[in-house]
C-alpha cells in the first residue's frame, strides 16, 4: 500500500513504444509492480527512451522477454508473474510496415490478445485486461465516431485491431473475463520520437526553422490525445473496473474530440511557437481515412472521464519538451 493506495502488478506488452514508456513511468512513481513483456529481439536504446525511463535503465521494471505468439511461454508468464492487470499495446503500429507485411500484423495484434486472453482465463481470470485498439477501427463510418457503429475495417492494421476488438469483448461475454477495449485519437506528446507523426514533425521542422512538407491536401482531419491524460485514461479505468463485478466487455472513445485539418493544426502550433510556417503539399496520399473524430459522451456519462489537458496545454508541453530535446 502506497499513500493509503493498494499497490497493483502491472504486466504491459508494448512497453518500449510511446504510450508505454509513459505508463510504465506513471505506474513506478506511483509504486506499482511493473512487468515488461518485451520481445525476444527487441533492443532498448537509451536515446529512443530519453529522460523518461523504462526498462533497463530502472532496474524497479521488470523485464520479460517473451514471444507473445507462444503460447506455452504466455502461459508459464501469467503464472509467474500474477498480474492483477494486464495491459496490452503490442501491434504493428506503423501502417505502412503493417501493409507491407500482413501476417505479422494480424497475428501480433490477434493472436497476442488469443494467448493472452486464454492464459487468463485458465490461470488468473480475476485479472483487468486493458485492450488498447485504435480510432482506426471506425473506418467508413460517418464522424464523429461512436462506440455502437460496425467495424468494417479496410485495411490490414485496422482488420488486426478489429480482430483484436472481438477477442476481447468475447472473453468477457462468454468467459466472464474482466475486459475492456480503449479506443483513442492519435497521441501526442514529449519523447515520440516518430518524426513521421504530423505534432513531432511539425515543432521538429519549426524548430530548425524548415517548411512543413505534407503527403496530403491538408485537408484530412484528425483527432488527438495528449500523452499524459492517456496515462491518465489507464488509471481511471483500474479505478472502475479492478475490483468491478460488471460492466466488462465494453469499448470506450477518449480524446480531445478535435476536428482539425492538417492545415490548420500546423497554424496553431505556429502560433503558439509564435512562427509563420511554411507549408510544402505534396498531395501523394490517397489512401488515408479522410476524417476522423470521435465522441467522447459514453466515457463521459459512464466513467466521468474528462481530459485535463486542452489541446493547447498539451501542445504547450509538448513543445518545450522537443525544446528541450533538440537542445541537446
Request: proline letters at 4%; one cysteine or more.
Amino acid at each position: 500500500m502506497v499513500d493509503g493506495r493498494m499497490t497493483k502488478t502491472i504486466l504491459l506488452t508494448g512497453a518500449t513504444g510511446f504510450l508505454g514508456g509513459w505508463l510504465v513511468s506513471s505506474f513506478l512513481e506511483r509504486g506499482d509492480r511493473v512487468v515488461a513483456a518485451l520481445n525476444p529481439g527487441s533492443s532498448i536504446r537509451k536515446n529512443d527512451l530519453a529522460q523518461y525511463y523504462m526498462c533497463g535503465f530502472d532496474k524497479r521494471c521488470e523485464e520479460a522477454r517473451i514471444d507473445l505468439l507462444d503460447s506455452t511461454a504466455v502461459d508459464e508468464l501469467i503464472a509467474g508473474v500474477r498480474p492483477d492487470v494486464v495491459i496490452h499495446l503490442a501491434a504493428v503500429g506503423d501502417v505502412t510496415l503493417a501493409a507491407q507485411n500482413p501476417s505479422l500484423t494480424f497475428v501480433t495484434s490477434a493472436r497476442s490478445t488469443l494467448n493472452l486472453l486464454d492464459g487468463l482465463r485458465r490461470l488468473s481470470p480475476e485479472t483487468l485486461f486493458i485492450s488498447h485498439t485504435t480510432d482506426k477501427v471506425y473506418s467508413g463510418n460517418p464522424i464523429p465516431f461512436t462506440e455502437d457503429m460496425p467495424l468494417t475495417p479496410t485495411h490490414i492494421y485496422e482488420v488486426a485491431k478489429v480482430a483484436q476488438e472481438h477477442l476481447t469483448a468475447t472473453y468477457a461475454k462468454q468467459y466472464g473475463l474482466k475486459t475492456v477495449t480503449v479506443r483513442c485519437g492519435n497521441y501526442f506528446g514529449g519523447y515520440d520520437f516518430n518524426f513521421n507523426r504530423i505534432i513531432p514533425y511539425t515543432i521538429k521542422q519549426l524548430l530548425e526553422g524548415q517548411p512543413v512538407t505534407l503527403r496530403s491536401s491538408g485537408r484530412f482531419t484528425r483527432d488527438f490525445l495528449y500523452i499524459e491524460d492517456a496515462v491518465l485514461v489507464n488509471h481511471l479505468l483500474i479505478e472502475r473496473f479492478a475490483d468491478a463485478k460488471e460492466g466488462f466487455g465494453e469499448a470506450f472513445n477518449f480524446s480531445l474530440e478535435a476536428n482539425l485539418n492538417m492545415l490548420e493544426l500546423i497554424a496553431r502550433i505556429g502560433a503558439l511557437m509564435g512562427v509563420e510556417p511554411e507549408i510544402v503539399i505534396n498531395d501523394t496520399a490517397k489512401s488515408e481515412i479522410p476524417d476522423m473524430q470521435l465522441s467522447c459522451s459514453k466515457a463521459r456519462d459512464v466513467l466521468g472521464w474528462r481530459p485535463a489537458f486542452s489541446f493547447d496545454d498539451g501542445l504547450l508541453r509538448t513543445i518545450a519538451a522537443y525544446r528541450d530535446y533538440l537542445k541537446t
